[in-house]
Structure formats: structure tokens, C-alpha cells
């Protein structure tokens, strides 16, 4: 069968997918960093006790394997003692025992603690995360921040599993061996370490671009994690649109992107390897041609220089090791400082030290002189000052981008105001804490969010320790339990992420539930009847009496049926409070409200 070409990249792609996070951080590499990273490891310091003393004892039975050897040359074989060749092969023996078992030791317990750094990596970053502002998720999306908590974090579990007690072993092996060839013959010892200055100026001339290089690979790695996110997410548009070969095209380009970035890395990174061939290569023909000549002059025996050979060759793996060493400690750098980047981000919205408790609440809320924008220079509101009482419920009208879910935002303190307060029950919610208030404060959405589990978790996530009962109660008021009773399994039907099996309807349906349950004294309904029939709303808004009875409530709608029996209606244009009052206050206004409510009815007749 021919085989089909592949297909090419869009002309425009490289200007698709261009996050302000996907740029290399231009850090100069710094043992600072490396020290914070090692800090994971203090936790278990006990635990690396017994690793290092494993670590010290396989490195000397290193150390002392070719000084047996020596002396089985020249004590034993050149002098024909049969016997005491036995005694030295006999303490060879014995010291590859000790190795072997000081070896296995020490893997199968780094590998354990180094597992351990990694999860409680994982789980302080993740921690983290789910503590920043809405700013951090507005400009990264959730593929690059997948990357990070799962792929980052990956690429430092050789530098935490055998990386660390690796580098101190080999570091212990390079230093006894210097000292012993230099104790044992100063000459031959230092011409053999001749080659060392050379092989590492050359070595660091690598550095910087190794780094670089990986870190180009996170990034990459990173927006195609973003690019899958954004398809798996909107693979219906893509099918209804026929954009699944445009899509696939893209994919292909940045996958191939993806794969030269990472044959670069490795390029580089092999390239330690034949610098170390290279420079050991020298050394032991430094090491035959004067150590035979020193053994002409009789400055040095035959066995001594056997030693010298085995020596060498443990000298040189330990440097190759180090050399990988040090590319792996690139690689971690290149990840530790992308994950570092979002542990040392601040959230924009934080609690003062003197933050209190918002207690039971009553429910009074007050906007003064409000002035918030999402970007700088652009204002989402103007100077907006509402005053809400205990119990009143309050609707928010306006066009697209009038200001209305901003005014739902600074409330819930996703965002905070850039002059003004906001105050609940008179008390300016950036004293208290954010748990405190946003317990409070029970919000519906029009894209309501189901999450993987049961039909019974999902209502439950309005209160965790709710009982079946009440669960079923808060279901039946807001006429969800009849649809649930006909699925499967009824509470107990398992739903799929975002709850695909279901309709929006009755998405929407649980999210009420859930809100219910909850029981908050502020309640935020954000275009929440939007994706519901005309039946199920009429089961909506006799649930609605029973849902925001005692409750202070803001409701977002463009349908009359929601909005007209609200206490107060709040018209919104342009970032200011442009009309308030009751339905037939504004209609008898004939402004904003009336045309808009013209508007409807001329859409519906149509």
C-alpha cells in the first residue's frame, strides 16, 4: 500500500498557541537552586542516614579492590605464593559481597525516599495552584498547567531517586582516588590529572546551551499538552466545522517541532560521552607510555602500575557518571524552574494577616464606588455603588460586557475592586478570610461543572457532610429526583466528566440541587435557567420560591420570566449603573430596560 504524505503544518502556525508562560526563563544556572530543590530531602533525613554509610562502605570496597591487586602482582604472583594469591583473592571476594549488598541496599532505599520528595513535590504544588486568583488561570491555559504538575515534576525523580546519593558517591571516589595516585607516585599521578582541566573547560562551554535546550523541550512538551486539552475539549466544534484535518495538521506540526526540539537536547546531552571517551582515552596513554618508563627506572613496579590502570578506569566512570550527572541535573533545572515560577506566584487576591471569621451571616451587601478592570487602562466597571438588603432579591441586566458577572466576581472576591469595597453585613470582605465568605456564598452557572463520581457526590459537593436525605430533599425541591430516579442507577449513576451522559437541563438541574444543599445565605444565579426548556422551567421557577426564600440573591438572566418578580432591577451599560427599580418602575422609565425588554418580546414574535 502507497503510503499517504504527511501533512504539512498551516502557514500560520506559528503564530497559533503563543502563551505568555511558554517563553525560556532567562535564569543563570545557580546552586542556589539546586539547594532548593535538596530542601525536599530534609524531611528525611533520618532515613538518609543509613543510605550515605552504604554509600561510604560500597565506595571503599571501590577504593580497595585495585590495592588488593597490587599487592596479589607483586607479593603473590611475581614471588610465585600460590598461597597468599589465595588470601588475596579471598578478600576480593569479601569485598565484592560488601558491595553488593551495600548497593542493593541503597537503591531500594533511595529509590523509596526519592518517590516520597516526588509526591510531596507534587502535592505542594498542586496545593498551591488550587490557592491562586482567577488572574493565573485567565492567562495560562489548563494543558501548561497540567505540564507542569505532572511532566516537571516527572523530570526530577532521577535527580531524587539515585541522582543526589549518586553525585556524593562518586564525588567520595574521584576525591580518595586523586589522593591515592598522588600518594602513591606524585609524578605519574599528576600526569595522568592533566587531562581533567581540559575535558572540563570544555564540558561547561556545553552548559548553558544543555539548559536551554531542555527548557525549550518543557515548552514544547507544554503546548502540546495545551493544543490536546483544547481539542479533546471542543471535539464537537471541531466535527460540526469538518476541522479534524486542520487539526491534525497542526498537531503534526507541533509534534515534529516537539521531536527536533528534543533530538537537539539529546544531541547535546550525548555529547558528554565522547568528551569523557576522548580525555580517558589520552590519559591512559599518558598513564602506559610514562608509567613505563618510570618502570625502566625502576621508580615504580609492574603491579603498581596495574594499579594505576584499574584506578584510572575507576577514575574515569565516576567522571562520565558526573557528566551524565550534570546533564541530569540540567534537565531537573530546566523543570525545577518552570515548576518554581508557579510555587513563587502570588495570588492577587490574598488574605491580610488580621483576616477574621465571617461568621452566620444576614445577608446585606454594599458596592462603594466601585472601579474595576481586568486590563489595565480598560475598566470593567465605573464608579458603581449598589446597596442590597438582607433578603432582597436582585437582578442584573445589560448587554454583553455591561459589567454584570464582574459585579458577581468582586462579590465572591475571585477579583478584587482597584478603588472602592465591597461589604457584607458592613464588613469590608478583604478582612475576612476567603473560605469564610465564599461559604457564604452559594453560585449557579450557566456552564454548569459536573465532575466525575455519582449523581449523589456531585449534589453532595455543596456539602460534603450532607446525608442521603438530604440530599434527596434538596433534589425533589428543585424537581431534579424524578429525572434521577429514571437513570440507571438512580443517585448512584456514575457520570463522566463535565456529566456528558447528561442534558444541560438536567446539569442545570444539579447544580440547583447542589446550590440548596449548600444552603447559603447569598446566592448567585449567573445565567442559570439560560440552557433549560420551556417545561423545566416552569419546574425552575416554582423551585426558585423555595431556593431564594431567606436568601439574598443576584440574579443574571436575559429571560423576563427570571428577572421581572425581582425586588430591584439593576441595569448595567458600559461598566455604570445606567436604571433601578421594579419591573413596572422601568418599564415605566422607558429607557435601557424597556428597549431591552422590546427587544425580547420582538425576538420571541418573530
Not at 20 to 47: A, S
Not at 261 to 290: C, D
Not at 365 to 370: A, D, K, L, M, P
Not at 434 to 456: A, C, M, N
Request: charged fraction near 20%.
Amino acid at each position: 500500500m502507497q503510503r499517504q504524505p504527511e501533512p504539512e503544518a498551516p502557514d500560520n502556525a506559528s503564530r497559533r498557541f503563543v502563551y505568555q508562560d511558554d517563553e525560556l526563563i532567562e535564569k543563570p544556572f545557580n546552586w542556589q537552586q539546586v539547594r532548593r530543590l535538596l530542601k525536599y530531602m530534609l524531611p528525611y533525613k533520618k532515613e538518609l542516614v543509613p543510605m550515605v554509610l552504604m554509600m561510604l562502605l560500597g565506595t571503599f570496597t571501590r577504593l580497595a579492590a585495585p590495592a588488593i591487586v597490587i599487592k596479589a602482582i607483586d607479593d603473590a604472583i611475581q614471588k610465585g605464593n600460590t598461597q597468599r594469591l589465595l588470601l588475596y583473592a579471598g578478600l576480593m571476594l569479601a569485598l565484592y559481597i560488601i558491595q553488593w549488598a551495600s548497593n542493593t541496599y541503597r537503591i531500594k532505599y533511595t529509590n523509596i525516599i526519592g518517590q516520597k520528595v516526588i509526591y510531596d513535590l507534587r502535592q505542594e504544588l498542586f496545593t498551591h495552584i488550587q490557592k491562586l486568583s482567577f488572574r493565573f488561570y485567565d492567562k495560562r491555559p489548563a494543558g501548561s498547567i497540567l505540564v507542569r504538575v505532572t511532566n516537571d515534576v516527572n523530570a526530577l525523580q532521577d535527580l531524587f531517586t539515585n541522582g543526589v546519593v549518586n553525585l556524593m558517591m562518586d564525588c567520595v571516589q574521584l576525591v580518595g582516588i586523586v589522593a591515592i595516585l598522588l600518594l602513591w607516585n606524585f609524578k605519574l599521578g599528576l600526569a595522568i590529572m592533566i587531562t581533567v582541566p581540559l575535558m572540563f573547560i570544555v564540558s561547561t562551554a556545553l552548559r548553558k546551551r544543555i539548559r536551554f535546550a531542555w527548557q525549550d523541550v518543557r515548552i514544547k512538551q507544554s503546548r502540546i499538552n495545551s493544543h490536546l486539552n483544547e481539542c479533546i475539549q471542543g471535539i464537537k466544534v471541531t466535527q460540526a466545522f469538518v476541522q479534524e484535518r486542520e487539526n491534525i495538521r497542526f498537531f503534526h506540526h507541533m509534534n515534529t517541532v516537539n521531536n527536533k526540539a528534543w533530538n537537539k537536547a539529546s544531541a547535546l546531552n550525548q555529547s558528554f560521552g565522547p568528551i569523557i571517551e576522548v580525555t580517558s582515552a589520552v590519559g591512559t596513554l599518558i598513564l602506559f607510555w610514562y608509567g613505563s618508563h618510570l618502570i625502566q627506572n625502576d621508580e615504580i613496579t609492574v603491579g603498581l602500575l596495574v594499579g594505576f590502570a584499574n584506578y584510572i578506569g575507576n577514575f574515569w566512570d565516576p567522571i562520565n557518571r558526573l557528566g551524565q550527572m550534570y546533564s541530569q541535573l540540567l534537565i531537573a533545572m530546566a523543570s525545577s524552574e518552570r515548576i518554581f515560577e508557579f510555587i513563587d506566584e502570588k495570588p492577587t487576591v490574598a488574605e491580610s494577616n488580621s483576616a477574621r471569621m465571617l461568621t452566620s451571616i444576614k445577608g446585606d451587601v454594599s458596592f462603594e464606588h466601585i472601579v474595576f478592570e481586568y486590563e489595565k487602562g480598560r475598566p470593567a466597571l465605573k464608579n458603581v455603588s449598589l446597596d442590597v438588603k438582607a433578603g432582597q432579591s436582585i437582578a442584573l441586566v445589560g448587554h454583553t460586557g455591561s459589567g454584570k458577572s464582574t459585579i458577581i466576581n468582586l462579590l465572591c472576591r475571585f477579583y478584587d475592586p482597584v478603588q472602592g469595597r465591597v461589604l457584607v453585613d458592613g464588613q469590608d470582605i478583604r478582612d475576612v478570610t476567603i473560605s469564610s465568605l465564599r461559604e457564604q456564598v452559594g453560585i449557579v452557572l450557566q456552564d454548569t461543572f459536573i465532575f466525575s463520581g455519582t449523581i449523589r457526590d456531585n449534589i453532595r459537593f455543596g456539602r460534603l457532610n450532607a446525608t442521603d436525605e438530604e440530599v434527596e430533599l434538596a433534589a425533589r425541591a428543585v424537581h431534579a429526583h424524578e429525572f434521577i430516579m429514571s437513570l440507571p442507577d438512580g443517585y448512584e449513576t456514575e457520570v463522566q466528566e463535565r456529566g456528558n451522559v447528561l442534558s444541560m437541563g438536567q446539569r442545570q438541574l444539579l447544580s440547583f440541587a447542589r446550590a440548596l444543599l449548600a444552603d447559603p445565605a447569598i446566592l448567585i444565579l449567573d445565567e442559570a435557567t439560560a440552557s433549560i426548556d420551556t417545561e423545566t422551567e416552569l419546574k425552575i421557577q416554582q423551585a426558585l420560591s423555595t431556593l431564594l426564600s431567606g436568601r439574598t440573591s443576584f440574579i443574571i438572566a436575559h429571560r423576563l420570566s427570571t428577572i421581572r418578580h425581582a425586588d430591584v432591577i439593576v441595569v448595567l451599560d458600559h461598566g455604570q449603573i445606567v436604571e433601578q427599580g421594579n419591573h413596572e418602575q422601568l418599564m415605566n422609565l422607558r429607557g435601557t430596560y424597556y428597549g431591552l425588554i422590546e427587544a425580547q418580546y420582538r425576538f420571541l414574535s418573530a
